[in-house]
């Protein structure tokens, strides 16, 4: 599975649009903030990492149901909750490619 924030791939044709694919994850844990604020940046980061991770899976798996060997076009949003929950969704258009 290609997945690219480009509108195009290099080498390959978009031979057609399957349609909007997403993937949203959630992390489920919560950050608590301490004394340390680069302990504190340190779980964000990993937190971030993880969700992102999970997120481009789900996003991948959605894809796959229609049919798409490619997303192009993706974006992606990070946000922290007031709670310090850390949400990441990924969109882009689910695609099939020949080379």
Known sequence: MV????????GFKISEY???VTGV??????????FSMSKYHKAIQDSIDEVKEKAFQ?????AKKL?????VGIKVD???????????????TAVQVAT
């Open 3 to 10: 997945l690219t924030t480009t509108n195009s791939i290099e």
């Open 18 to 20: 399957m349609g909007i």
């Open 25 to 34: 994850s959630m992390f489920d844990g919560k950050i608590t903030m301490g």
């Open 58 to 62: 789900s996003l991948t798996e959605n």
């Open 67 to 71: 049919g798409a060997n490619a997303v």
């Open 78 to 92: 990070i946000e922290l909750t007031t709670s310090n929950y850390t949400l990441v969704s990924v969109t882009g």
